[in-house]
């Protein structure tokens, strides 16, 4: 999805309150021109996630270390772990259990530390308690099974920690409805604000419930132009692919692959996009997008 100018504001508008703490007003004023030429600079196809990506570095090389997020990954893993049984009972006793995971994976996209200032334990407990009664888009779900029914192959692209627990039991359901089916998850190649890595993968036990693949990249999202080529032919391979969040919408929307994907909507961009106000569940198609 190429960046709105929504996006670019959005962009500038995070460096700009990262640079809060600094006192060299000169150095601020530098690293924001620079911001700016990288994004006056970037091609027309080029996605928000990538072009961060790009600005860090030049934080990290003008203004110091970003932000570490392990103790606050390892806090929400464990959040997450300890509420895992009481979700997967109310998973289990639903008329249909895979569209109750699917919409408790959903509620978890709220994790995301990346896209919103704070993370606030006792609204995403308010939240989990919501989208349970909130499902997924009927259609959408019933395209979903039909793919999955004649898949031999599903990937599950996954986003923030904490999430990837209740993402764990949307993986079990689907191991359980379609035990056919070759299950993989694709998880971020290094560390990326509070995405999932393989060390949150085998942290949350995930790892013995599928196969995980670091995807290779550095980037908050699945650019194809820098994943690993494993990753790739995991990617390319799968006949139905399940994105979590809107760093992979926008970082693989329109590139032809046969993408569900499951987020909450965070930002201007996605609510003009969808008609929907801040943190409406999304349960899209590829194929049913039509873009601005």
Same mark, same amino acid.
């Given at each position: 999805?190429?960046?709105?100018?929504?996006?670019?504001?959005?962009?500038?508008?995070?460096?700009?309150?990262?640079?809060?703490?600094?006192?060299?007003?000169?150095?601020?004023?530098?690293?924001?021109?620079?911001?700016?030429?990288?994004?006056?600079?970037?091609?027309?196809?080029?996605?928000?996630?990538?072009?961060?990506?790009?600005?860090? #570095?030049?934080? #990290?090389?003008?203004?110091?270390?970003?932000?570490?997020?392990?103790?606050?990954?390892?806090?929400?893993?464990? $959040?997450? @772990?300890?509420?895992?049984?009481?979700?997967?009972?109310?998973?289990?006793?639903?008329?249909?259990?895979?569209?109750?995971? $699917?919409?408790?994976?959903?509620?978890?996209?709220?994790?995301?530390?990346?896209?919103?200032?704070?993370?606030?334990?006792?609204?995403?407990?308010?939240? @989990?308690?919501?989208?349970?009664?909130?499902?997924?888009?009927?259609?959408?779900?019933?395209?979903?099974?039909?793919?999955?029914?004649?898949?031999?192959?599903?990937?599950?692209?996954?986003?923030?920690?904490?999430?990837?627990?209740?993402?764990?039991? +949307?993986?079990?359901?689907?191991?359980?409805?379609?035990?056919?089916?070759?299950?993989?998850?694709?998880?971020?190649?290094?560390?990326?604000?509070?995405?999932?890595?393989?060390?949150?993968?085998?942290?949350?036990?995930?790892?013995?419930? +599928?196969?995980?693949?670091?995807?290779?990249?550095?980037?908050?999202?699945?650019? $194809?132009?820098?994943?690993?080529?494993?990753?790739?032919?995991? $990617?390319?391979?799968?006949?139905?692919?399940?994105?979590?969040?809107?760093?992979?919408?926008?970082?693989?929307?329109?590139?032809?692959?046969?993408?569900?994907?499951?987020?909450?909507?965070?930002?201007?961009?996605?609510?003009?996009?969808?008609?929907?106000?801040?943190?409406?569940?999304?349960? +899209?198609?590829?194929?049913?997008?039509?873009?601005?």
């Amino acid at each position: 999805m190429r960046m709105s100018a929504s996006c670019m504001k959005c962009i500038v508008d995070v460096q700009a309150k990262r640079l809060d703490k600094l006192e060299d007003e000169e150095l601020k004023r530098v690293y924001l021109k620079k911001v700016m030429e990288i994004l006056a600079s970037c091609d027309d196809d080029s996605t928000a996630p990538v072009m961060v990506k790009r600005i860090e #570095e030049v934080f #990290e090389d003008m203004c110091g270390p970003l932000p570490e997020f392990s103790q606050i990954k390892r806090e929400y893993n464990d $959040l997450m @772990l300890r509420l895992e049984p009481e979700i997967e009972r109310k998973i289990e006793a639903a008329p249909d259990s895979l569209a109750m995971a $699917l919409s408790y994976s959903r509620a978890g996209n709220y994790i995301d530390f990346g896209s919103q200032h704070t993370v606030e334990q006792e609204k995403l407990l308010t939240m @989990l308690d919501r989208e349970a009664l909130e499902p997924v888009d009927e259609d959408v779900y019933k395209s979903f099974l039909a793919e999955l029914s004649e898949a031999e192959s599903f990937v599950f692209l996954l986003d923030n920690c904490g999430e990837i627990v209740l993402d764990k039991l +949307v993986l079990k359901q689907l191991k359980r409805r379609f035990p056919e089916i070759s299950l993989t998850a694709l998880v971020r190649g290094f560390p990326v604000s509070n995405d999932v890595t393989f060390e949150d993968a085998v942290q949350t036990g995930l790892d013995r419930i +599928v196969r995980v693949v670091p995807n290779g990249s550095p980037v908050a999202g699945t650019d $194809l132009n820098s994943i690993s080529s494993e990753a790739e032919a995991v $990617l390319r391979g799968a006949d139905v692919i399940l994105a979590k969040g809107q760093g992979n919408y926008e970082t693989l929307s329109g590139c032809g692959m046969n993408i569900y994907y499951l987020f909450l909507i965070k930002c201007n961009w996605f609510r003009k996009m969808f008609s929907r106000p801040d943190h409406s569940g999304m349960f +899209v198609r590829e194929r049913g997008v039509k873009a601005l």
